[in-house]
């Protein structure tokens, strides 16, 4: 029961936080501690919005997926959620999203700690022309988290371990990164983000580049990284998001229609627009 | 409508066939051009790389140098020019008029008198015996013994008496007359005799000037690409700084030269006829190559990178400095070389800031006056005397070098550190 009063207590802070708009019912349905969570968040590219009034929590340590039709803006969600949008122009967001409770627009909160607390690995692999060690040491050289080569080292095989890449590329770490499979390359990419210890993994269509037994292997990963980590994964594949995840959230032109539990979500949707289309009859 | 159809098949065919042809008649006539060049060039040119020298016999008598020991600081203060003229006096002992004997003595080099001392100063115990050295021999006979002047010509058009003809003759059947690998011409600076000017000096002047241009262009196009590229907010001023940068590119070089007079050497009163004024102006030359260089190269870096980077927590600047800088290296670095190939060749521009000096010695820093090589051509081939027009073709030859040698780096470059996404 001391869940309920922490619960109640991060509750609140969203509650304060929050300017404006209701916030009369932000009472999570599940015994799970909130990592994210994200309020009347409204995104405008220039004088055009792509979402609108999101608000959504996401667990600590489940893995929550985002599907929904192509531009209904589910990258735009998930780029909110590590900042990421600052760097597009014209990009502007509004509303709250506080990670731990802390909102993370805080003109206070520096933008370089957030992205070691939330992690992201892309649509497309992305690994750095470098050697697969230096893609994975990146991370905790600029975040100073290694003071002695061993303990960097030690760090490079660790994440390597928990991406399942380690035994794989073992013996050439020194080896070009670019050189590895598709699969492998965003294994390593996943590597290079745990590196740094996120607590959030955002994962954009992960998969997507890759053949059915890559793909398998990233979602078993997933399902082993979910003990330690929060993971957001957008993807467009249902059976995905059926298989790996806890919770789902369904998009639809900016908004946010429906978000559940996924087997109820998949099962029993409320929403006429859910249903029509996990039936496949849009988008 | 079969007919016409066949009729305009063979039209457009015979266009082809046609077409084909102008093209390969345009390499064939370029391929021409440039074999003419470069047949002239060697031709004219490969002679200045051998000297002609005379074997004489010459008597290191003290009284006649006018030194007491062969000490360094002596040997240096020495007169050596008498006895290497009677040196050449004593292989002719039948000719006694002064006026022949001036023409005698004019046989060598006006250099040769140092040559002798040069062979004292590392043989001192030689002083007081008699030394057979083989010397420098003056420009004419140089220019007659590799044939470039004819023995046929007339007196008058042939610029060298029979009289001296008839000594050069004895002379090589003697065996005192033979052709040494002209090391001088690489190892020595500019002169008013052809048969002692060497081009290091116009190296020298050319690598110093390039070093400044580097140093200057080089970290200034990075940043300002790098600036223009990744931080300029895409707006009417970046839009007219760019045409403007790619307008600078097309100015014509000799403006940048007057702007290095009328600013550097005028306004801020830089040493004239430096390379390091030469450098600067070189510099603003070669600025909008590297700059467009660098912006096409960073162009070229995939934005997953810079995304990749930046959200492992990386600042803008790290993501470009640690991963995006580095990948446009290669691409930077080919056009900066192929920039600084074209400052190497720059002539005008130097001309107006005074390189055009008649300088002999080797510049020791780019604060020193200094010769370039382009300019170094310049002169020669300005020059009246014959000696001069193998040394312009030679010298063309070492620029050549140079040009060929960055451009294979910059094709080296490319192909080794190409990268395809
Ligand atoms: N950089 C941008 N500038 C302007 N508009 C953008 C930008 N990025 C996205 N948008 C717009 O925002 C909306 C949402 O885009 P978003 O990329 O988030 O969709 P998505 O759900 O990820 O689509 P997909 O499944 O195809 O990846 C789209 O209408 C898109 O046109
Ligand atoms: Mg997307």
Same mark, same amino acid.
Request: contains cysteine; proline residues 4%; hydrophobic residues 45%.
């Given at each position: 029961?001391?869940?309920? /009063?922490?619960?109640?207590?991060?509750?609140?802070?969203?509650?304060?936080?929050?300017?404006?708009?209701?916030?009369?019912?932000?009472?999570?349905?599940?015994?799970?501690?909130?990592?994210?969570?994200?309020?009347?968040?409204? /995104?405008?590219?220039?004088?055009?919005?792509?979402?609108?009034?999101?608000?959504?929590?996401?667990?600590?340590?489940?893995?929550?997926?985002?599907?929904?039709?192509?531009?209904?803006?589910?990258?735009?969600?998930?780029?909110?959620?590590?900042?990421?949008?600052?760097?597009?122009?014209?990009?502007?967001?509004?509303?709250?999203?506080?990670?731990?409770?802390?909102?993370?627009?805080?003109?206070?909160?520096?933008?370089?700690?957030?992205?070691?607390?939330?992690?992201?690995?892309?649509?497309?692999?992305?690994?750095?022309?470098?050697?697969?060690?230096?893609?994975?040491?990146?991370?905790?050289?600029?975040?100073?988290?290694?003071?002695?080569?061993?303990?960097?080292?030690?760090?490079?095989?660790?994440?390597?371990?928990?991406?399942?890449?380690?035994?794989?590329?073992?013996?050439?770490?020194?080896?070009?990164?670019?050189?590895?499979?598709?699969?492998?390359?965003?294994?390593?990419?996943?590597?290079?983000?745990?590196?740094?210890?996120?607590?959030?993994?955002?994962?954009?269509?992960?998969?997507?580049?890759?053949?059915?037994?890559?793909?398998?292997?990233?979602?078993?990963?997933?399902?082993?990284?979910?003990?330690?980590?929060?993971?957001?994964?957008?993807?467009?594949?249902?059976?995905?998001?059926?298989?790996?995840?806890?919770?789902?959230?369904?998009?639809?032109?900016?908004?946010?229609?429906? /978000?559940?539990?996924?087997?109820?979500?998949?099962?029993?949707?409320?929403?006429?627009?859910?249903?029509?289309?996990?039936?496949?009859?849009?988008? | 409508?079969?007919?016409?159809?066949?009729?305009?098949?063979?039209?457009?065919?015979?266009?082809?066939?046609?077409?084909?042809?102008?093209?390969?008649?345009?390499?064939?006539?370029?391929?021409?051009?440039?074999?003419?060049?470069?047949?002239?060039?060697?031709?004219?040119?490969?002679?200045?790389?051998?000297?002609?020298?005379?074997?004489?016999? &010459?008597?290191?008598?003290?009284?006649?140098?006018?030194?007491?020991?062969?000490?360094?600081?002596?040997?240096?203060? #020495?007169?050596?020019?008498?006895?290497?003229?009677?040196?050449?006096?004593? *292989?002719?002992?039948? &000719?006694?008029?002064?006026?022949?004997?001036?023409?005698?003595?004019?046989?060598?080099?006006?250099?040769?008198?140092?040559?002798?001392?040069?062979?004292?100063?590392?043989?001192?115990?030689?002083?007081?015996?008699?030394?057979? *050295?083989?010397?420098?021999?003056?420009?004419?006979?140089?220019?007659?013994?590799?044939?470039?002047?004819?023995?046929?010509?007339?007196?008058?058009?042939?610029?060298?008496?029979?009289?001296?003809?008839?000594?050069?003759?004895?002379?090589?059947?003697?065996?005192?007359?033979?052709?040494?690998?002209?090391?001088?011409?690489?190892?020595?600076?500019?002169?008013?005799?052809?048969?002692?000017?060497? &081009?290091?000096?116009?190296?020298?002047?050319?690598?110093?000037?390039?070093?400044?241009?580097?140093?200057?262009?080089?970290?200034?196009?990075?940043?300002?690409?790098?600036?223009?590229?990744?931080?300029?907010?895409?707006?009417?001023?970046?839009?007219?700084?760019?045409?403007?940068?790619?307008?600078?590119?097309?100015?014509?070089?000799?403006?940048?030269?007057?702007?290095?007079?009328?600013?550097?050497?005028?306004?801020?009163?830089?040493?004239?006829?430096?390379?390091?004024?030469?450098?600067?102006?070189?510099?603003?030359?070669? *600025?909008?190559?590297?700059?467009?260089?660098?912006?096409?190269? *960073?162009?070229?870096?995939?934005?997953?990178?810079?995304? #990749?980077?930046?959200?492992?927590?990386?600042?803008?600047?790290?993501?470009?400095?640690?991963?995006?800088?580095?990948?446009?290296?290669?691409?930077?670095?080919?056009?900066?070389?192929?920039?600084?190939?074209?400052?190497? #060749?720059?002539?005008?521009?130097?001309?107006?800031?005074?390189?055009?000096?008649?300088?002999?010695?080797?510049?020791?820093?780019?604060?020193?006056?200094?010769?370039?090589?382009? &300019?170094?051509?310049?002169?020669?081939?300005?020059?009246?005397?014959? #000696?001069?027009?193998?040394?312009?073709?030679?010298?063309?030859?070492?620029?050549?070098?140079?040009?060929?040698?960055?451009?294979?780096?910059?094709?080296?470059?490319?192909?080794?550190?190409?990268?395809?996404?």
């Amino acid at each position: 029961m001391a869940m309920d /009063v922490r619960e109640r207590k991060e509750s609140v802070e969203i509650a304060i936080e929050a300017k404006g708009g209701s916030v009369a019912s932000v009472k999570p349905t599940r015994q799970v501690q909130t990592t994210i969570a994200s309020k009347n968040v409204c /995104v405008y590219y220039g004088d055009k919005q792509a979402l609108f009034n999101i608000s959504l929590e996401i667990g600590k340590c489940e893995i929550t997926a985002l599907i929904g039709p192509s531009g209904c803006g589910k990258s735009t969600f998930l780029r909110c959620l590590n900042r990421m949008n600052d760097v597009i122009e014209g990009c502007r967001v509004e509303g709250v999203i506080t990670l731990d409770g802390r909102s993370i627009y805080d003109p206070k909160l520096d933008v370089v700690q957030l992205r070691e607390q939330v992690g992201m690995v892309f649509q497309k692999p992305n690994p750095f022309p470098k050697s697969i060690y230096d893609n994975v040491a990146y991370g905790p050289r600029i975040h100073g988290l290694a003071d002695s080569k061993d303990q960097l080292d030690q760090i490079v095989e660790d994440s390597l371990r928990r991406a399942g890449l380690f035994e794989e590329v073992k013996d050439r770490l020194h080896d070009s990164g670019t050189g590895l499979s598709g699969g492998q390359q965003q294994r390593l990419c996943i590597a290079r983000a745990i590196a740094v210890n996120p607590e959030v993994i955002l994962m954009d269509e992960p998969c997507s580049a890759l053949d059915p037994i890559a793909t398998a292997k990233i979602e078993d990963l997933m399902l082993e990284l979910k003990e330690n980590y929060t993971i957001v994964i957008v993807t467009h594949s249902m059976q995905q998001a059926a298989r790996v995840s806890d919770r789902t959230g369904f998009f639809h032109i900016g908004e946010l229609v429906e /978000v559940g539990d996924t087997s109820q979500l998949f099962q029993k949707p409320k929403e006429k627009r859910t249903e029509d289309y996990i039936r496949g009859r849009f988008g | 409508m079969g007919e016409n159809g066949n009729k305009r098949l063979l039209k457009r065919k015979r266009a082809e066939i046609r077409f084909q042809w102008i093209g390969r008649f345009a390499i064939f006539a370029s391929g021409c051009a440039l074999l003419i060049l470069l047949t002239t060039i060697l031709s004219t040119g490969t002679t200045a790389f051998f000297r002609t020298k005379m074997l004489v016999d &010459v008597q290191l008598d003290k009284e006649a140098i006018g030194i007491t020991s062969a000490s360094r600081e002596q040997v240096l203060q #020495g007169d050596y020019y008498s006895i290497t003229k009677q040196a050449i006096y004593n *292989l002719f002992p039948a &000719v006694t008029d002064r006026s022949d004997r001036r023409d005698l003595s004019s046989m060598l080099s006006s250099g040769a008198p140092d040559e002798v001392r040069d062979y004292l100063l590392e043989n001192p115990s030689s002083l007081g015996k008699v030394a057979s *050295l083989w010397l420098t021999a003056e420009s004419n006979l140089d220019q007659l013994h590799k044939g470039n002047i004819k023995k046929e010509l007339d007196e008058v058009h042939r610029g060298i008496s029979n009289r001296v003809v008839s000594w050069y003759d004895f002379l090589l059947r003697e065996g005192r007359i033979k052709s040494f690998f002209n090391i001088g011409f690489l190892s020595s600076g500019d002169s008013r005799n052809p048969e002692q000017a060497g &081009v290091w000096g116009a190296i020298v002047g050319s690598f110093y000037s390039l070093l400044v241009c580097f140093l200057i262009s080089f970290p200034m196009g990075i940043a300002a690409a790098i600036y223009l590229e990744e931080f300029a907010p895409k707006n009417r001023i970046t839009e007219i700084i760019e045409v403007n940068i790619n307008n600078l590119a097309a100015v014509p070089s000799i403006i940048f030269g007057l702007l290095g007079l009328a600013i550097l050497l005028n306004t801020f009163e830089l040493p004239r006829s430096t390379p390091l004024v030469g450098g600067i102006v070189l510099a603003l030359m070669t *600025l909008p190559t590297i700059i467009i260089a660098c912006r096409a190269s *960073l162009k070229a870096v995939p934005d997953s990178i810079r995304q #990749g980077a930046m959200a492992m927590g990386a600042s803008k600047t790290q993501a470009i400095f640690h991963h995006v800088l580095p990948l446009a290296m290669p691409g930077t670095l080919t056009g900066t070389i192929i920039g600084l190939a074209q400052a190497l #060749g720059e002539t005008a521009p130097l001309l107006m800031i005074g390189m055009v000096a008649f300088i002999v010695d080797v510049p020791k820093s780019p604060m020193e006056p200094s010769a370039s090589l382009p &300019v170094q051509i310049y002169l020669w081939a300005e020059s009246a005397e014959r #000696g001069f027009v193998e040394k312009t073709s030679a010298a063309i030859m070492v620029i050549l070098a140079f040009l060929l040698l960055m451009n294979a780096a910059a094709v080296f470059l490319r192909t080794r550190f190409e990268r395809r996404w």
